[in-house]
Every structure is written in C-alpha cells, then in structure tokens.
C-alpha cells in the first residue's frame, strides 16, 4: 500500500539547512478508550466529525501543505485503518508501522516507526486531531519556523481560550524566542499543544524501546533547551469523547 505521490507536488521547504519536509507520522493506534461507545466497533481515527472521519481530515491538511509520504502507525482495530487508507489515500505513499503486538504509545511508536522515515525531520500528527487552518497553515507556519541549528522539536500550540472542547488547564509556557517550558503541578499554563509537531531524528537519538509517551523524549529536549513552540492561527477543537463532536461540529457550524 504505497502508491507515488504525483511529481507536480512540491514538498515544503525549511527555513534552515534548505532540505524538504516531505513525511509525516501520523498517530493513529490509541485504544480511543474516552471515545466509547462509538469505538466500540471503529478505532478511534475513523470517528466521523463534520461528515469525514477524523484521519480523513489530518490527510487533507498534509495534501494542503504539500506532504506526500505519511507513516501511519496501527494497532486497535489495524485492518479497519488500513483498507480505509487503501481506499482514501491512493494519492499518497502511505507506509504502516504495525504494532498490533504491542501497543507503544506515543514514543514508543516513534521509535518504531524510525526505520521508515528517511528524512532528517518531519512532522507527527495525531490523527484524532481536528484543526482549521488560518492565515497560514498549521504545517507551513511550523516549516518556516523551524530553524535546524536550534530545535529539535517545535510543537504547535494553541492559547489556552482558544482550545475549544478542551478540558485542560494548559501545558506549557513559552518564551518570547519560543523556547517552552511544562506547567508546573496544580498550575495553570497559558497554551495547549495541539497533538502537531515537527521533530529532527535527534530527539530520538538513543531513545529506548518499548511502551512509552512522546513527554520522555521532550523532557531530554526540554532540559536542552531545544524544545519550541509556535502558536497556531486558526481554530482548534479537542475531539476526546462522543460530546466534544457535538460541541466541535456547532462550533463550526457557527463559524462558518
């Protein structure tokens, strides 16, 4: 399942170091345990808001920004997410990382994906996210930021009022050069990170194996100081449970 991206379409260039953004890992092996009871029978990606399924509309916004590779992890309901990308994504080379042995959370289904992504940095998008893109798209506004020299993860974030359907109390601080900092227990932070994020392959430099959270790689980077974040100029809605789908599609119906 990996059909050639049409050669009209022109990957995103960086800021820094002049190489092209051309891949994308997309999450999608959660158990989608807070979205039952309609993944009872579905994972979790293939929950429809707006009339498309939520992974439905991650690959639109990457065929937006000009991404044509995209390595999809499975592992929940694997062959529902596979022959759904068989059918909807005949446009992109699409690569499975399968973990229907083990699932690996986010950082460990990193880890295992590695072997599959060539490039030097490339972007990770959970596939439950759902994002409207402002003046400029979420995935070209974190590819002119990057700057190679500095990061090794920029992450999109959203102001906490603005983080629709969220029922958080913020994740990180940000300085004014971008570099960020987590919440400090029982605090309030002023930005959400949206599940949207350019990495270089140096975040996972000696990353173990197994079952674990993106949150054990962004610590080293954090420690760093080569952890970024840039704010997100659209809207953004947190699509966790059966109710946020309701609350997500009357917010757009509003909008629009």
Not at 57 to 63: I, K, M, T, Y
Not at 160 to 179: K, Q, S, T, V, W
Not at 199 to 221: F, H, Q
Request: hydrophobic content about 45%; charged content about 25%.
């Amino acid at each position: 399942m990996a059909p050639r991206l049409p050669a009209a379409r022109t990957p995103l260039s960086l800021k820094s170091g002049g190489l092209p953004v051309r891949t994308a890992m997309v999450m999608a092996a959660g158990l989608g345990k807070r979205m039952r009871p309609l993944t009872a029978t579905r994972p979790k990606p293939l929950v429809e808001v707006a009339g498309q399924p939520l992974i439905d509309h991650v690959l639109d916004r990457l065929r937006s920004a000009g991404i044509g590779r995209v390595v999809v992890n499975v592992h929940y309901l694997a062959d529902s997410i596979e022959a759904h990308l068989a059918r909807k994504a005949t446009d992109l080379e699409v690569i499975v990382s399968d973990e229907r042995a083990q699932l690996l959370e986010t950082g460990g289904g990193l880890v295992k994906a590695l072997p599959l992504i060539e490039d030097d940095r490339f972007l990770v998008v959970n596939s439950d996210n759902y994002w409207v893109d402002g003046p400029i798209d979420a995935i070209r506004l974190l590819s002119q930021r990057w700057d190679d020299a500095t990061m090794d993860a920029l992450l999109l974030m959203v102001p906490l009022a603005r983080a629709n359907c969220h029922r958080g109390i913020g994740d990180f601080h940000m300085a004014a050069d971008g570099r960020i900092r987590r919440r400090r227990p029982g605090r309030v932070a002023p930005f959400v990170y949206t599940g949207v994020q350019m990495v270089s392959r140096r975040l996972l430099d000696g990353a173990p194996e197994g079952s674990y959270s993106t949150n054990i790689l962004w610590d080293r980077a954090l420690a760093a100081g080569r952890a970024f974040g840039i704010v997100h100029q659209g809207l953004w809605f947190d699509v966790g449970d059966p109710a946020a789908i309701r609350q997500t599609e009357a917010l757009l119906l509003n909008a629009a």
